[in-house]
């Protein structure tokens, strides 16, 4: 089945600064790849997501990056600010199947120091 | 669209008590899924429905828990008898067919 490593566990970052984090799984059938944040005290929230079809995707000051043949995707985030200190989780799952199951890393927390 | 509603957000309790978390999915979402959050397992899932009907209870610990769905706005887990390893925190996720999971804001449980 899939697995999905995730690392740094813990990453701490200047204001600023880009963070980024980085995930890999083994299932070469997965093709579904979201990131997910979790604040203190809430539930996961999704933020981005990427499917196999494209390898680079953004969204404002969050982008992410996806390497299939090496099986690895990643987080980047650029100019961090306080709040995005939280803990990020990244997924994976073949998208296709509509019953898709998401394999969950698992999860960094990300520091922003002022 | 107010989310995916759990209640309640925090349960006290003593060993051996029974234990129950509600949940109310998103309009429309015809999967619902049940996850434990702990420090030392991270995410789990527990269980999932599809159309109110459970699909897969292989996450589900042991006997003691147990998960319902009698319609499509709403969705219980209960355990009984509570254990002091069931402390947790138990979030609630929806999604319809082909669209990204939405989680509430969880049920912090702790069995003293």
């Known amino acids: 089945g899939e697995n999905v490593e995730q690392h740094p566990s813990t990453l701490s970052v200047q204001e600023g600064d880009s963070a980024v984090i980085k995930c890999t799984y083994s299932d070469s059938a997965s093709n579904y790849f979201p990131w997910y944040k979790q604040e203190l005290g809430k539930g996961p929230q999704l933020i981005i997501d990427?499917?196999?079809n494209v390898g680079e995707k953004k969204d404002q000051r969050i982008a992410v990056t996806l390497n299939k043949t090496a099986k690895h995707f990643s987080l980047h985030i650029t100019e961090t600010q306080p709040e995005d200190s939280a803990v990020y989780f990244c997924?994976?799952?073949?998208?296709?199947?509509?019953?898709?199951?998401?394999?969950w890393g698992a999860g960094t927390k990300l520091i922003i120091k002022p | 669209d107010a989310g995916v509603i759990q209640s309640p957000r925090h349960e006290v309790t003593e060993m051996g008590q029974e234990v129950t978390l509600r949940c109310k999915p998103i309009?429309?979402?015809?999967?619902l899924f049940w996850y434990r959050q702990t420090m030392m397992r991270g995410l789990e899932l527990l269980i999932y429905?599809?159309?109110?009907?459970?699909?897969?209870d292989s996450g589900m610990p042991e006997d003691r828990f147990s998960a319902k769905m009698p319609n499509a706005s709403f969705s219980t887990l209960k355990i009984q008898p509570s254990e002091p390893r069931d402390s947790a925190v138990y979030f609630c996720a929806s999604r319809e067919t082909g669209s990204p999971l939405h989680f509430g804001n969880g049920t912090r449980l702790t069995v003293t």
């Open positions: 990427i499917r196999s």
């Open positions: 309009s429309g979402h015809d999967y």
């Open positions: 429905f599809n159309n109110n009907v459970p699909i897969d």
């Open positions: 997924a994976a799952s073949p998208w296709g199947d509509s019953n898709y199951q998401l394999i």
